[in-house]
Nanobody
Framework: VQLQASGGGLVQAGGSLRLSCATS????????LAWFRQAPGKEREFVAA????????KFADPVKGRFTISRDNLKNTGYLQMDTLVPEDTAIYYC?????????????????WGQGTLVTVSS
């Protein structure tokens, strides 16, 4: 499956962005979707995940209450709504398709990755 992440950009602290992850090549039914991020000089870290078909979600502690993950199964697309952004959210955001249908924070549970979209939050 091919994944195309989009929606990144420059935003002031306190602002919002909505990332999209469009998938193609095959259906992603029975696969969880997730977002990870990687800041300069840091390792890739988990942000949020959503199960198939979307009834369960999982969030990293730093984004709980600020980020929302969703998916449109007819469009094979995932979304990450990011509100109340802070400079620490600055990173390249990657979407990924899981090998399983349950949301997971483990990188090794994800077999396919998009190219990433840059989010920059200014103070």
């Amino acid at each position: 499956v091919q994944l195309q992440a989009s929606g990144g950009g420059l935003v002031q602290a306190g602002g919002s962005l909505r990332l999209s992850c469009a998938t193609s090549g095959r259906t992603i039914s029975n696969n969880a979707l997730a977002w990870f991020r990687q800041a300069p000089g840091k390792e890739r870290e988990f942000v949020a995940a959503i199960s198939w078909p979307g009834t369960r979600t999982k969030f990293a502690d730093p984004v709980k209450g600020r980020f929302t993950i969703s998916r449109d199964n007819l469009k094979n697309t995932g979304y990450l709504q990011m509100d109340t952004l802070v400079p620490e959210d600055t990173a390249i955001y990657y979407c990924a398709v899981s090998l399983y249908n349950s949301p997971s924070s483990r990188l090794e549970d994800y077999g396919e990755w998009g190219q990433g979209t840059l989010v920059t939050v200014s103070s």
